[in-house]
Nanobody, 123 residues
Framework: QVQPVESGGGSVQAGGSLRLSCTAP????????MEWYRQAAGKQREWLSS???????NYAQSVKGRFTISEDKAEDTVYLQMRSLKPEDTAMYSC?????????????????WGQGTQVTVSS
């Protein structure tokens, strides 16, 4: 199974930026999709963004225009560039592999979570 590992979290002041990384060996060669989620303390997990094997992207309305998902297939890494951060963006951010049969994804892409990386935005 393709197993992602997140990094890049930290503490930042409101208005600042962070770039999160999700590295998953096999991500490119097995043609996986990838999704970013976050979960704030006491709240439900929230889907943020996704990228498909063909490079197409989608965003939740709450982050559209502030967050950008991208990939480096040579590095088997998906990034989440976050700008204009707000205190309400404080959460544990996680990535999950996604199998996309229409794009020829391997079964090895299915639903693997990373351990998460904490983002804290202070006002």
């Amino acid at each position: 199974q393709v197993q992602p590992v997140e990094s890049g979290g930290g503490s930042v002041q409101a208005g600042g930026s962070l770039r999160l990384s999700c590295t998953a060996p096999g991500f490119a060669s097995y043609r996986c999709g990838m999704e970013w989620y976050r979960q704030a303390a006491g709240k439900q997990r929230e889907w943020l963004s996704s990228i498909s094997p063909d490079g197409s992207t989608n965003y939740a309305q709450s982050v559209k225009g502030r967050f950008t998902i991208s990939e480096d297939k040579a590095e088997d890494t998906v990034y989440l560039q976050m700008r204009s951060l707000k205190p309400e963006d404080t959460a544990m951010y996680s990535c999950q592999t996604r199998r996309e049969p229409l794009h020829g994804s391997s079964f090895l892409c299915k639903n693997a979570w990373g351990q998460g990386t904490q983002v804290t935005v202070s006002s």
